[in-house]
């Protein structure tokens, strides 16, 4: 693992025209996701955790979506590969090797610049593509190869008139300059690295022979087809029994030791964003409340909707509790912090002045409430009986 980040998002926003008004569906975030670990986004249906996902690689149809703020993508064969391609989608920290630089697109931050010119000499070390600016024939580059994705329902993303193998074969092909029978090879070790038995027989199975969960391990072989540095799953374990949940969960778990790829995982059950999870974003109607390590999460929940999720958990003696109350109108949130309207600890001040700045409470810990501002007593909301929860539930109960 490494102390910078693989994927850097700042200020991430995703809006869509409607034909109500603007809707906001990502108000600006931020998140970093490392080599080697898992970020998970965990908040209610409808908290904008699956578009902020999308966004990353701008999944996002446009029109009538939009996605602005910088994603940094720190891969450096992807930066090398598109730095003379796309060099305004490229920044590069080497200042020896920068090349012409424009000032006026500055990013900002120390030691980085918009590479405008090919390089004249001098190779890139340090550096990363911002997906957010990069043009699409890049990002299609980027999608699949150095970042996949694994969706929520395999059911729709295979291709039924299509054996198995025929699809990891042509995603095989698409990114290696291989034979027919060389990509055959490769789907047959895939599958076999994913747990299916009998790999070469299977491979010739159509997917409605296969069980869910055998679905959703097909997918997960074929989003390792190019050894991907970043895996973004999004609910990939929703659809399945609790049994075979635990399966996949732990195929990713090994896999990730294995490719040594970080994890951006999407989910609404705390159950395994306690399994899974290094570091945790919570979100809540396009915004995020609090995030920190799985532990101060879980053990040190400091945000009123944090603790409210939690409270959904079973488990010492006390029955599962809801949140009272509906998420906002995406194309008018309240005016204040977004769960005010559901927050029984809401004051005069959370309903007015935008969403509170994060106040960062340890090197990891953050939280957006107005009572870690100055002239507010947190306690009056954590209080001295925080209660562990570490299996079970769901956001949606």
């Known amino acids: 693992m490494t102390d910078t980040p693989l994927l850097s998002v700042e200020d991430l926003r995703t809006t869509f025209k409607t034909d109500g008004g603007l809707l906001t569906a990502v108000g600006g975030i931020d998140f970093e996701v490392r080599a080697g670990e898992t970020l998970c986004i965990v908040g209610e249906s409808g908290s904008g955790k699956t578009v902020a996902s999308e966004s990353v690689t701008k999944l996002i149809p446009s029109?009538?979506?939009?996605?602005?703020?910088?994603?940094?993508?720190?891969?450096m064969e992807s930066v090398r590969e598109l730095a003379d391609a796309y060099p305004k989608a490229v920044f590069d920290v080497t200042q020896a090797g920068a090349g012409a630089v424009d000032d006026r697109d500055r990013p900002g931050d120390d030691d980085q610049f918009v590479v405008v010119e090919r390089r004249r000499n001098g190779e890139i070390t340090r550096g990363y593509v911002d997906l957010a600016r990069a043009p699409e024939k890049a990002l299609r580059r980027i999608r699949g190869g150095d970042i996949a994705h694994v969706f929520q329902n395999p059911q729709d993303a295979l291709n039924h008139c299509y054996t198995v193998g025929w699809q990891i074969v042509e995603a095989v092909q698409?990114?290696?300059?291989?034979?027919?029978?060389?990509?055959?090879?490769?789907?047959?070790?895939?599958?076999n690295e994913v747990g299916i038995a009998n790999p070469a027989a299977r491979l010739d199975d159509y997917p409605h022979e296969f069980s869910g969960g055998q679905k959703q391990r097909v997918m997960i072989a074929m989003a390792l087809v190019t050894n991907p540095d970043l895996l973004i799953a999004d609910e990939p374990t929703t659809a399945l029994d609790v049994t075979v949940q635990s399966q996949i969960l732990k195929l990713l778990g090994r896999l990730q030791e294995e490719y040594g790829m970080?994890?951006?995982?999407?989910?609404?059950?705390?159950?395994?964003?306690a399994e899974i999870a290094d570091h945790v974003v919570v979100m809540y109607a396009g915004k995020v409340m609090e995030r920190g390590t799985v532990y101060e999460i879980f053990e040190q929940p400091s945000h009123p909707?944090?603790?409210?999720?939690?409270?959904?958990?079973?488990?010492?003696?006390?029955?599962?509790?809801?949140?009272?109350?509906?998420?906002?109108?995406?194309?008018?949130?309240?005016d204040g912090c977004r769960f005010a309207p559901r927050c029984e600890y809401a004051v005069d001040d959370c309903f007015e002045g935008g969403q509170p700045e994060e106040a960062r409470l340890t090197d990891d810990h953050c939280v957006s409430c107005v009572y870690y501002q100055s002239g507010y007593d947190e306690s009056a909301i954590t209080g001295d009986d925080t209660t562990p929860a570490t299996s079970g539930g769901t956001a949606d109960d």
């Open 63 to 75: 029109p009538p979506g939009e996605v602005t703020g910088k994603v940094a993508f720190r891969d």
């Open 174 to 191: 698409m990114h290696e300059d291989v034979s027919k029978a060389e990509a055959r090879k490769r789907a047959i070790e895939l599958l």
């Open 262 to 273: 970080g994890i951006l995982f999407i989910t609404h059950d705390l159950g395994v964003v």
């Open 305 to 334: 909707y944090t603790r409210a999720l939690l409270e959904c958990l079973p488990g010492g003696g006390r029955a599962a509790a809801g949140i009272r109350g509906t998420l906002p109108d995406p194309t008018d949130p309240p």
